[in-house]
């Protein structure tokens, strides 16, 4: 176990540094990327409620699943702007394989929502290669790159999502 996170933390230390975050209302935002984890509770129609409000509004949107194959699992294969990242795509110590090969990772977003309820190195490191404007995470304990950080009152992910939209509607951006 030592070794696996050393070999974690070496991989974070070389990362470029990212870039200052810039808050984006959600009536502003034009693209926004989904991180979740295909084994989480009702991550499914977390997702389809998400993605449905995101259409209305005209906001281009892209799903990283980071899918675990066990028993809960979801299927994300047939949905619809999804990119899966499987188990058998990452190394032994949780590092996406050919990463650099996927073109959403390389896009500008404007926010980045993480549904993602624990922390996992591979969910992690993509947080932080996503070139977003401004990172919205779930509260854990571990250190996260986020801007802001949300806990849903009975933790699961729509909830999660209803109480990210709410907060990112009702802060005001500040005028400099």
Request: hydrophobic fraction near 40%; glycine fraction near 2%; aromatic fraction near 12%.
């Amino acid at each position: 176990m030592f070794f696996k996170k050393k070999m974690q933390s070496r991989v974070i230390e070389r990362l470029e540094k990212r870039f200052s975050s810039e808050f984006i209302p959600l009536r502003s935002a034009r693209k926004i990327i989904l991180l979740m984890e295909s084994d989480a509770e009702n991550i499914d129609q977390a997702l389809d409620y998400t993605t449905s409000l995101l259409k209305e509004r005209g906001v281009e949107w892209v799903a990283i699943v980071v899918e675990r194959a066990n028993k809960r699992s979801h299927d994300f294969s047939q949905k619809e702007g999804c990119v899966l990242i499987k188990q058998k795509d990452t190394t032994y110590f949780g590092l996406p394989k050919g990463l650099d090969k996927i073109n959403e990772i390389n896009t500008v977003y404007d926010i980045l929502i993480d549904f993602t309820e624990e922390y996992d190195f591979t969910s992690f490191y993509i947080s932080l290669i996503v070139k977003a404007k401004f990172k919205v995470g779930r509260y854990t304990s571990e250190s996260t790159p986020y801007d802001f950080i949300a806990r849903a009152e009975d933790n699961s992910a729509i909830q999660y999502v209803k109480q990210v939209v709410h907060y990112l509607e009702s802060i005001k951006p500040a005028k400099l």
